[in-house]
């Protein structure tokens, strides 16, 4: 698709407060396991940053006990000049509770490396709960945090819908993730579809806040796999990965949105599971790069 098919879109998007940024900034979701499913040390995140750092200096993760993510990730942060997105797991009792404790140990020694702090991804669309009860964990983790940005991710539709109103109305940071690959798009019309829901979540965020003073919209994850089974009219390929890359990431970067791309690294290790639709979920080729670090594709925009 060519990318005038989504101008009109795009400028839609950018109407408001986010057409003053000149460039969207470019992050990554990163991973706590090498390949072989052994957690990542210190040393390990160094290397991913030095992989990544003419790509970007901003990463996020998504719990910040798991793998004692917090404490080695962040003093490699501080040596390569990255900063972190950490997350904090609330779907259980036990994994908030380990998640906050995590963040409080460690946010406050590397405050300069942590950018902001995440409580849960996708938990209203698995429905784990109300808007209400998410906005009031996020509320009790600024509590305890003050100083720091805190928000949420979710999936586009779920902050569309106003099923995320309550956090919106309290959140430093909102993370809509759009994946028209899990919709069954064809390539030719991935990037439309992508830009289409961001438009419709961000259009909400601005709906409810009334401006987009105090709060950061980003995409929180986005991506197209280089391999696995098809998914409705979604076909895994470098070429298809590239193809979204230029054509939709890139293309809202360059009108300003911020993304974090999904994923950094391929995670090899990941479980197969199924879709919705019946067909194969397959997480294991999501990568920009390689499990070993090389890029798959070019990554220029």
Known sequence: MQLT??????????????????QGRLGYALGTEMPDG????????E??????????????????????????????????????????????DDGFTKGKA????????????VYAITVGSETLYRGNFTGEELAEK?????????????GT???????????ADAVIRSADLVLANAFAYWQGAEIKNASRVFVDDIMQALNRVQNIRGDMNGVEFWVGETGWPTAGGKYGESVPSVENAQTFWKEGICFLKTWGVDI???EAFDEPNKPVSKGENGETKDERHWGMYSSTRQPKYDLSC
């Open 153 to 163: 991710a979710d999936t586009w539709n779920r902050w569309a819908d106003g099923t």
């Open 138 to 150: 996020m509320q009790e983790v600024k509590k305890l945090l003050p100083d720091f940005k805190v």
């Open 47 to 92: 290397a991913d940053f030095d992989a990544l750092k003419s790509q970007t200096t901003i990463v996020r993760g998504y719990a910040a006990d798991r793998c004692n993510f917090a404490q080695l990730a962040l003093p490699a942060a501080k040596n390569k000049g990255f900063k972190v997105v950490l997350g904090i797991w609330p779907d259980t």
């Open 260 to 262: 974090f791309a999904f």
């Open 38 to 45: 052994q957690c990542k040390t210190t040393a390990d995140y």
């Open 5 to 22: 098919s989504v101008l009109p879109l795009a400028v839609t998007l950018l109407a408001g407060p986010l057409s003053v940024a000149a």
């Open 102 to 113: 995590a963040v409080q140990q460690y946010a406050p020694q590397f405050k300069d490396q």
